[in-house]
Structures are given as C-alpha cells and as structure tokens.
C-alpha cells in the first residue's frame, strides 16, 4: 500500500475504530510519537494508551480534510468531531458536540510508520466546552 492510503487507514482504523490488534500493520517496530502528554511513552503503547484515554472523554471521530504525502513523508489536516462523554482538563462531562482543527505529520519508514508528530487545537474544544471565546484559533 502507498504512504498516503496507509496514514488515512491508520487514521480510520486505528484512531476511529480502535482496530489496536492492527498496529504492528501500521507502525514501525521503531515507532516513536513526539506529541503524547508525558504520562505516556512516546511508543506503541504510549498510543494506544492515548487513544484509550481520549475515548473515555470523548466519543471521537477523526477526518483528514487535506493530505499532502511526499516521498516517506506525510502531513495531514484533520478535523475531530467530538462528544464531551468524561472529564477533560477538569471539566466534568457536558455531553456537548464539539470539533477541533489539527495537522498530523507522519515520517515513514520501510512502509510503515516511525515517527508521529500532532498539533491539535485544544483551547478551541475547551473554549467551547466552556462556552467563552479565549485564545489563538487554528484556521479552519
């Protein structure tokens, strides 16, 4: 499979659908994230742990509106469509729909992925979660 098609699946399989007995198909034994919080290791564990935890907040749903892949490179523009489900940043569940605009860059490695790195806009889904309008936004 091509670099492109294989970040858009890792994206639907792995970050939508929770598919984690498919990771070894998708990461590099060498897998690093540089964007996990510092609870969790920056490997596949690390990951999936991430994932597991967003999900006991969120109902979360990620969607690449843009995609440039260049060689063993790959950035995406993504937008999440969430549900406030469970406490986040110390705000107790609202059941609120929010979204949040974000970039993933990917690094490839021998068709899978090696390195990971996110910028997801977090103040915007707390601005909303919050109801106030505080902050830099990220274009959408």
């Known amino acids: 499979m091509d670099n492109a098609t294989l ?4 994206i639907g399989r792995i970050w ?8 070894d198909a998708f990461l590099h034994p060498d897998f690093k994230d540089h964007s996990l919080p510092p609870l969790f ?3 596949r564990d690390g990951l999936k742990n991430w994932i597991v935890s967003t999900g ?16 063993d490179k790959c ?4 937008r999440m469509d969430l549900k406030h489900i469970g406490v986040w940043r110390d705000l107790e ?5 929010v979204h949040a605009i ?14 990971h790195w996110a ?8 601005n909303q979660i919050k109801d106030t309008a505080l902050g830099c936004k990220a274009a959408e």
């Open 119 to 126: 910028l997801i806009d977090g103040m915007a889904l707390e």
């Open 93 to 97: 569940p609202t059941g609120k729909n």
């Open 7 to 10: 970040v858009q699946q890792f």
């Open 41 to 43: 290791s920056p490997d």
């Open 102 to 115: 974000g970039y993933r860059y990917f690094k490839l490695k021998e068709g899978k992925i090696i390195d």
């Open 75 to 78: 950035i995406t523009k993504i």
């Open 56 to 71: 006991i907040s969120f109902e979360h749903r990620t969607f690449i509106e843009e995609q440039v892949t260049e060689g």
């Open 16 to 23: 939508n659908n929770n598919a984690f007995d498919e990771l």
